[in-house]
């Protein structure tokens, strides 16, 4: 890690976030099908709200850790009396078939490129490029990904940067450069600059 911030440093914007935030503690997930779930969850949502609703979804499956068959056995009305809305109920749903019929193989991820994880999860139905690089970020411990449709990285870029405008994608991979092969460190420190950690 030193290394890293170390790199990141050399850009004297970034240099001035680490020194106000201090050290990096990004709170990693284990690649499973619950960290999926909860970022679904999570979508669109404030934490806290979020976090009442999955702890209500994990009671009513009656799991210590959410599966497919545990999802599966719930009734769509259950699952919407958990504070799901109608859409969110489907999303989980399809990753549930997707992941018991193996046409999502979540074991094997950890071995495969960015790009083949991103083109995988975005199989299901409700599961975007978002939902994809924070599950690459937060599950797979990858350092270099550039979330560019975050909605919180952009106002921080443009805040800590002066920009007149929210950072259009192209604009943000022009800035990130300076982060590689860091950039997830980057964004995790553009978040806490906001006071908002991100959330998968």
């Known amino acids: 890690m030193r290394t890293a911030l170390q790199h990141l440093k050399k850009d004297p914007v970034m240099a001035k976030i680490i020194a106000r935030t201090g050290a990096f503690a990004m709170q990693y997930r284990e690649p499973s099908f619950e960290t999926l779930v909860r970022s679904i969850v999570y979508q669109q949502l404030s934490g806290r709200v979020a976090g009442v609703i999955f702890a209500?979804?994990?009671?009513?499956?009656?799991?210590?850790?959410?599966t497919p068959a545990g999802i599966m056995k719930l009734r769509p009305?259950?699952?919407?009396?958990?504070?799901?809305?109608?859409?969110?109920?489907?999303?989980?749903?399809?990753?549930?078939?997707?992941?018991?019929?193996?046409?999502v193989v979540l074991e094997t991820l950890a071995e495969q490129q960015d790009d083949f994880v991103i083109e995988h999860l975005t199989k299901v139905k409700g599961i975007g490029v978002w939902t994809a690089q924070m599950f690459l970020m937060f599950a797979l411990r990858r350092e270099d990904v550039l979330p560019v449709a975050d909605l919180a990285i952009r106002a921080a870029?443009?805040?800590?940067?002066?920009?007149?405008?929210?950072?259009?994608?192209?604009?943000?991979?022009?800035?990130?450069?300076?982060?590689?092969p860091y950039t997830s460190i980057a964004c995790w420190y553009l978040w806490r600059s906001l006071e908002n950690e991100g959330a998968l």
């Open 157 to 180: 870029i443009k805040r800590a940067y002066g920009l007149e405008d929210l950072p259009k994608a192209a604009e943000m991979v022009e800035i990130a450069k300076a982060w590689k």
């Open 56 to 66: 209500r979804l994990h009671a009513a499956a009656g799991e210590e850790t959410l």
């Open 77 to 103: 009305e259950r699952m919407r009396k958990a504070g799901l809305s109608k859409q969110k109920t489907v999303y989980i749903r399809e990753l549930a078939k997707h992941t018991r019929k193996g046409t």
